[in-house]
């Protein structure tokens, strides 16, 4: 008999909700909690009080809170979906009660834009200690594209030299400007300097300055641009042999176009400003008047395609494949009512805390997730609406 | 003796203060007050306490405070350089106190970008059996546009037909993205649809849809695109024979992307959105993080021109003439501290207010700009820092 306390009521967490409450043989007993308490009424509401046996406000940025919560219901398992910046104080309430835990971003800090698993990564040995597990960034990218990874190294090379994410969303959702996640999380991200690996030392670009021209499956040719993502430091520890690891993700003129009007007028910089006598972050202010990217779902068209290309030596040969999966908008939306960006999140999250719920994936510790076997992870892609493919390349596509 | 309260304390007042202080002999006794008394007494450091006698804070909002504040000063006129909501408060009180008014900009309702001189006008008669008078939009336009047309129709033409009022800014202040006057007030203005008088009725356009590429004296061709400016509605109403009067103004291509990106998102919407736990209307907001339009004099390059077409019948002929000024950001910066458009309301400020109170420009009642003789004001024009000249063209240069 397995329980989760998944915290959280976003977009994303509404698919793991509902993907979660259709597997009873993983998980028996399902309870939410979000700041906003009206929001897992309605989750529950819509899934059923079979499913959903109880739901709870919690403040995640108390561990204390937390604490409680967990105590109430026992969970085997916390599903964070909440805010990146409530990674921690979750973490602690996990090792204070001895519980699992899962995410699928890593911690920042609220005052600063870094991302890095510093942070978490020290939790490594009170983990160990307590007994529990900590599984970090199980949703696509990062999540997905560190399986697809480890699942290349395993069986298409003998040894992997260079890595390139790609993450294109090739939909359409109608408005002037939106983000497909949390705004104010996904624009501290694209704003920041962008960061690669190569030659086993970290090299920095200005924003959005480096592009490729990438033809993406199902899509065609989209602009791509170079920015740091968080995988990429975990991937690089855990795959010494790669001379480079990149990330790029596609932005149409017009979304340019918006972030830099946005970013030149300060109006996604998170230092407050004065306003009728209160300090008031730009940022989050932004993120009142763009639309909630829970509602771009309806009418949502086209698709998302992420994967991997890498180059390596097999059988003394140099070879490149790309892995990668089609997601299309307006099938997610028609399955669990979300677009594609939040399903391709939900669903990996979904995978990762049933591989530990049933001991596939279970050591003590803080784990990253191309740490285990990835081919139980992959078939439970493929059965649970994330199919991929493997294309063998005849060279890498990039010119640079 | 003449005392004047000046009500307002931002770019345009600094120069209508500094004007008045260097013309003792139309001005005795200088107070201010605004609702940030700072604000004052850095004004009154910066030009001497022999000249501004007194300064205070008041909420211009408020009818019953300013007229206290009236009672204490008791000036001869009141300068209204506050926030066009605050016109009828400041009116209101100086019926209460039998004290003679002067604006710049006509009143606005906060909740609603409606520029009309409706307001004001229904003060006619109360104005008229006190024996008081108000002299609405001193500024530059309205101001200086509407004294032009009067002088055109009195020297120029026997019958004026057609009026274009164009308004170029050809400066360059070097920021991404800012107003030059009160970007809540500007931008207000500018995303409101457009509105010209033909054939004795208002037509309406899609904002900013009409353009014309017009040819600025010291300046070049510029996109010009056709609003509704306030001073239309006065000038169609005191010279009937006007078959067509239209406003034009100038705008950049990366001025227009900007207020496009911020009207596409709604953060320059006046209706207030929901923001942790308050409603904020996203205009102010954005006021919040945009350049304080005072704080870009400094290293403002380049020139305004700003000035009315005017086509009519003298001794039976059609003819064109162009009346205009050329104001420079740095010249104007080196003389006040100020940038050319704060300059350029502020000096026909300090005109109206000298007219008024030295009898030239005396009558009971609520008044625009062209219903008084335009000679004294145009002489005073070319005295304190605004001279204009006078093109006889061979045609239109409006191709629409």
């Known amino acids: 008999m397995s329980r989760v306390l998944i915290i959280g009521a976003g977009g994303v967490a509404s698919v793991t909700v509902k993907k979660c409450a259709r597997l009873p043989q993983h998980f028996d007993e ?42 109430e219901v026992k969970p085997d398992l916390v599903i964070n979906l909440a805010l990146p910046y409530q990674d921690l104080p979750i973490m602690d309430a996990c090792l204070a009660t001895n519980t699992d835990y899962l995410d699928t971003a890593n911690y920042e800090p609220k005052d600063e834009a870094k991302f890095e698993y510093s942070w978490q990564w020290a939790y490594q040995d009170k983990f160990k200690d307590a007994g529990i597990m900590a599984l970090l960034g199980s949703g696509f990218d990062p999540g997905v594209t560190n399986v697809y990874t480890a699942y290349a190294a395993k069986h298409y ?41 190569e030659n086993g030392e970290w090299k920095e670009t200005d924003p959005l300055s480096v592009r490729e021209d990438l033809d993406y499956q199902n899509i065609g040719v989209r602009a791509s641009y ?18 480079r690891a990149r990330f790029w993700m596609t932005f149409g ?59 390596g030596i ?15 908008h307006a099938k997610c939306n028609e399955e669990v009512g979300a677009q594609a960006v939040s399903y391709t999140t939900g669903v990996p999250a979904m995978i990762g805390a ?14 990253n997730m191309e740490q285990f076997d990835p081919d139980p992870f992959m078939e439970m892609l493929n059965e649970h609406g994330l199919p991929w493919h493997v294309l063998e390349c005849e060279s890498s596509p990039f010119t640079k």
């Open 226 to 243: 170079l920015m740091f993502h968080e995988e990429l430091e975990s991937i690089v520890k855990h795959f010494p042999t790669l001379k």
């Open 314 to 328: 097999k059988d003394g040969k140099e070879k490149t494949i790309f892995i990668y999966n089609n997601c299309d």
């Open 30 to 71: 399902i309870y939410l909690a979000s700041r906003t308490v009206s929001k897992c009424e309605a989750l529950q509401q819509e899934v059923g009080a079979d499913r959903v046996k109880g739901v709870f406000a919690v403040d995640a940025d108390n561990a204390k809170e937390v604490e409680a919560l967990i105590n």
């Open 157 to 197: 090379f003998d040894e992997i030299h260079y890595l390139d994410i790609v993450d294109c969303n090739g939909g359409d959702h109608g408005q002037a400007f939106a983000t497909n996640f949390n705004p104010e999380i996904n624009i501290r991200e694209i704003t920041q300097r962008g960061r690669y690996w």
């Open 354 to 367: 049933a591989l530990m719920l049933n001991g596939t994936w279970k050591e003590a510790g803080v784990w």
């Open 253 to 311: 003129d017009a979304y340019l176009n918006h972030l830099r009007v946005l970013e030149g007028i300060g109006m996604t910089s998170i230092e407050p400003v004065e306003f009728q006598g209160q300090k008031i972050v730009p940022l989050e202010f932004l993120k009142a008047v763009l639309p909630n990217p829970g509602s771009l779902a309806e009418g949502y068209s086209g698709m998302t395609c992420i994967g991997t290309y890498i180059t």
